[in-house]
């Protein structure tokens, strides 16, 4: 494959979590585009976090970029670019559901958006957890319910639940822990 190569780059809005850029381009044949670029700032961790039952706990909140409320697992941007996501993930759940993990381990790193977009997120299992409180930020609004695997998985395939990092974090918990969860029930 011939190389594209940037061949300038220009901030046209600086954001509070992503800064904004207009790319141009040089293709293969060697005529220019304008491609958008969302540089997002720190990175950002979340967390499947399964209780003693199985069940696992996700969080209901609104969200602008879709005009409605959605259901995911908890997450949020690292508080700086050399903030561990581990500690980020810990810090998420706890802030987010109220509860503190006993064990914690990595599912996978992805990607959220490659075509336009460098976001990263680190998603991690959580397990033994602790019940505590909930340290939402002033403008977090959110619910915290339970689900079945299983309730969540045919959410997922029904496109109730559509957010990229809880349908991989999900579906990653499902492919490494699915034959142990079905064995047990």
């Given at each position: 494959?011939?190389?594209?190569?940037?061949?300038?780059?220009?901030?046209?809005?600086?954001?509070?979590?992503?800064?904004?850029?207009?790319?141009?381009?040089?293709?293969?044949?060697?005529?220019?585009?304008?491609?958008?670029?969302?540089?997002?700032?720190?990175?950002?961790?979340?967390?499947?976090?399964?209780?003693?039952?199985?069940?696992?706990?996700?969080?209901?909140?609104?969200?602008?970029?879709?005009?409605?409320?959605?259901?995911?697992?908890?997450?949020?941007?690292?508080?700086?670019?050399?903030?561990?996501?581990?500690?980020?993930?810990?810090?998420?759940?706890?802030?987010?559901?109220?509860?503190?993990?006993?064990?914690?381990?990595?599912?996978?790193?992805?990607?959220?958006?490659?075509?336009?977009?460098?976001?990263?997120?680190?998603?991690?299992?959580?397990?033994?957890?602790?019940?505590?409180?909930?340290?939402?930020?002033?403008?977090?609004?959110?619910?915290?319910?339970?689900?079945?695997?299983?309730?969540?998985?045919?959410?997922?395939?029904?496109?109730?639940?559509q957010d990229s990092k809880t349908v991989a974090g999900v579906l990653a918990y499902y492919g490494k822990y699915g034959n142990r969860i079905e064995e047990k029930e």
């Open positions: 494959m011939e190389q594209i190569k940037r061949i300038q780059r220009t901030l046209k809005y600086k954001g509070a979590i992503v800064d904004v850029y207009s790319d141009t381009m040089q293709l293969p044949d060697g005529t220019t585009a304008e491609w958008d670029f969302v540089a997002h700032r720190k990175g950002a961790a979340a967390v499947v976090p399964v209780t003693s039952e199985g069940e696992i706990l996700m969080v209901h909140q609104y969200r602008n970029a879709l005009d409605r409320e959605t259901i995911e697992i908890p997450a949020g941007a690292r508080d700086s670019l050399t903030e561990d996501t581990k500690v980020c993930a810990l810090r998420e759940l706890e802030e987010e559901t109220g509860y503190r993990a006993g064990k914690i381990e990595k599912l996978l790193s992805l990607k959220t958006t490659v075509a336009f977009c460098n976001e990263f997120i680190d998603v991690y299992l959580a397990t033994e957890l602790i019940p505590g409180k909930q340290n939402l930020d002033p403008e977090e609004f959110i619910d915290v319910h339970t689900y079945k695997l299983q309730e969540l998985l045919d959410m997922i395939y029904a496109g109730t639940i």
